[in-house]
């Protein structure tokens, strides 16, 4: 499974599961969802994406393994069907046999109360030269968190 970090673990719940969550958590079984306003804006205990990123690299280290560094949008159709495809049967081996990967959220509408960026993900991309790069932005960094040379930036692939 990949390391799916996002501002808050609980945005990650859909309206369907809250809604068919409703009848329990009236009866105190289950601990009441934030309100639309307390979820507005991401917590203040939320990692940002600097940290993520040093913690994910860590990882990578002590398993010998690469970092697979993706910027996402809840509202990207290209980052679903990468989503899809890392999570192939067949391709999933490979990807885990070699990458820890990090899904960073950047791009998120300003209005969406339920979807935010990590924080300082957008700052992390622009250090990738990922700043004109549409989404999914891919960046595969080796185990010292240096970029491979070619994957980072279009800019890289046109400069040869």
């Keep these: ?4 970090l996002a501002a808050c673990t609980p945005l990650l719940l859909t309206a369907h599961a809250i809604i ?3 009848p329990l958590q009236a009866r105190g079984a289950l601990p009441r969802f934030p309100s ?3 979820i507005a804006s991401p917590p203040e205990d939320a990692q940002d994406a600097d940290h993520l990123l040093r913690d994910t690299e860590t990882i990578a280290s002590s398993q010998h393994k690469n970092v697979l560094l993706i910027f996402s949008a809840s509202w990207c159709g290209s980052c679903h069907s990468l989503e899809s495809f890392l999570a192939d049967p067949v391709m999933r081996p490979l990807f885990d046999r070699n990458f820890v990967r990090l899904v960073l959220d ?3 509408h300003s209005d969406d109360t339920r979807h935010h960026n990590t924080i300082g993900a957008d700052h992390l991309r622009v ?3 990922g700043t004109d ?3 999914p932005f891919i960046v595969m960094l080796d185990r010292s968190g240096k970029a491979h040379r070619g994957f980072s930036s279009p800019r890289i692939w046109s400069a040869k």
Excluded: K, T
Aim: cysteine-free; overall charge negative.
């Design 1 to 4: 499974m990949p390391l799916r």
């Design 127 to 129: 250090s990738f030269h």
């Design 106 to 108: 950047d791009g998120e």
């Design 36 to 38: 639309a306003e307390a």
């Design 20 to 22: 068919a969550l409703a």
């Design 133 to 135: 790069a549409g989404l």
